[in-house]
């Protein structure tokens, strides 16, 4: 996500003012106002707590829980008022000691492929500041639609490659922001079941933790806002739609699975630790093979719970003939998927993308071991969506496909769909 989230002021202005960019929130509440607490991201528990302090009798908790749950994750109601299971008397309460806030959303952009994404404006951190921003994206498909969130405010990672990583840290979101950043883009594609369309007919199917940050170091919000959004009475996200991408930190990779138990995608890059020490610094701390061994050991790992390693095209870097044929000989063993990502150029990055005949080649190694090296089609280039991160893992187009597709097309990654 990393170049796509330095929006400039000047972009954003002009962003504001060209045709289908302004579609704003039906609940653009900014986050926490006037220092009521918000209620997006509280677990069951401690939405119960909330409810005792309003002097609520303890053997009606449960039930003002789940009525409370339901309109907030999946009625998407922001408005107390509106929430008409709850007693009038019960909402008046409620208005005046909580909130129930997103993000605000201060830019919509959409590309011609369908793909949107979001400047999203978090809480500041004291009163009067502006808030930092942070972005999500929907990229649309066949089928499927995939949002792809952040889980942290810059990062701490420093990938020469990624924009984000010439970004310090900021803050770490709490759960309910990175709850909010569905809730938002469900509010704009108006996907609640009280709107007009087919509750059943889902547009966000599938999350990716591929945004900004590194999702491992701000593990207990990532793993909290992921239960509300696999709640099967609320946002109703099953954890195997819900994929985390790491940079490889080695000691929480166990916690990830038996604590949250999503997909995992981890950000490889490089078959050795020379060039992965440059590309991904944080492996001088937790080299390949250390890496390798915690995704061997992930838990709930199998064939059918594949783990994704995604694996970006430099020219000249990592993108070799040989860099193939080791990077199927490490993967052995493990229940593997392998993305090759054509590398994303941003203002001033020290590398370029390989070429698609490269591409092509590289990916016919790995094929032939068998995987099915999808290489990931940047969408949304138009609106700068695809910096890197911001392209569905699951989109996919075999490197033969995507060459055909690219020699007939002018602009193959923006009109393919
Ligand atoms: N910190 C996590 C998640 C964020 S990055 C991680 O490292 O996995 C999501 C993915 O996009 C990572 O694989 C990352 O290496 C990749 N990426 C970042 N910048 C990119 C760029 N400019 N071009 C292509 N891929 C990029």
Not at 153 to 171: M, Y
Not at 206 to 220: A, D, K, Q, R, S
Not at 368 to 389: F, H, K, L, W
Request: hydrophobic share 40%; charged share 25%; with cysteine.
């Amino acid at each position: 996500m990393a170049t796509s989230l330095d929006i400039s002021h000047e972009k954003r202005a002009s962003a504001r003012q060209s045709g289908p960019l302004p579609a704003l929130a039906p609940h653009p509440a900014p986050d926490a106002p006037a220092g009521k607490p918000n209620l997006v991201g509280l677990s069951r528990e401690a939405l119960g707590e909330a409810l005792l302090s309003l002097g609520l009798p303890r053997n009606q908790i449960r039930m003002r829980v789940g009525q409370l749950w339901n309109a907030i994750y999946h009625r998407g109601l922001s408005d107390f008022a509106d929430m008409t299971t709850l007693s009038r008397e019960l909402r008046a309460k409620l208005e005046e000691a909580f909130v129930v806030a997103r993000p605000e959303m201060v830019v919509e952009q959409k590309s011609v492929d369908g793909t949107r994404k979001w400047l999203l404006r978090l809480a500041p951190e004291k009163p009067g500041m502006p808030g930092p921003e942070i972005e999500a994206v929907y990229i649309p498909e066949e089928g499927r639609g995939t949002l792809c969130i952040s889980s942290q405010v810059g990062s701490t990672l420093t990938c020469p490659f990624s924009h984000t990583g010439t970004q310090k840290l900021v803050r770490n979101p709490t759960a309910g922001e990175i709850v909010g950043q569905l809730l938002v883009a469900r509010d704009a594609l108006g996907e609640w079941p009280d709107s007009s369309r087919n509750s059943n007919d889902r547009l966000v199917t599938n999350i990716v933790m591929m945004g900004m940050g590194e999702p491992l170091y701000n593990f207990e919000n990532v793993r909290d806002a992921l239960d509300i959004v696999s709640d099967g009475e609320g946002l109703s996200l099953s954890k195997r739609r819900i994929t985390l991408s790491t940079s490889g930190v080695v000691p929480m990779i166990e916690r990830t699975g038996s604590e949250i138990g999503c997909m995992l995608a981890v950000s490889l890059h490089a078959v050795n630790d020379e060039t992965r020490d440059r590309l991904v610094p944080l492996n001088k701390k937790y080299p390949i093979a250390e890496l390798l061994d915690a995704c061997r050991n992930y838990p709930g790992v199998s064939n059918a719970r594949r783990i994704t390693f995604e694996y970006v095209m430099l020219k000249g870097v990592n993108d070799s003939l040989a860099d193939a044929r080791e990077l199927v000989r490490l993967l052995k063993g493990i229940p593997a998927k392998i993305n090759l990502i054509p590398f994303n150029p941003w203002p001033g990055s020290p590398y370029e993308c390989s070429d698609w005949a490269t591409i092509e080649k590289f990916a016919d190694v790995v094929n032939r071991a068998g995987y099915a090296s999808p290489v990931r089609t940047p969408r949304g280039r138009d609106i700068m969506a695809a910096c890197g991160q911001l392209k569905s893992e699951t989109v996919k187009a075999r490197a033969s496909e995507r060459f055909k597709t690219a020699q007939t097309a002018p602009d193959a990654s923006i009109s393919e769909s």
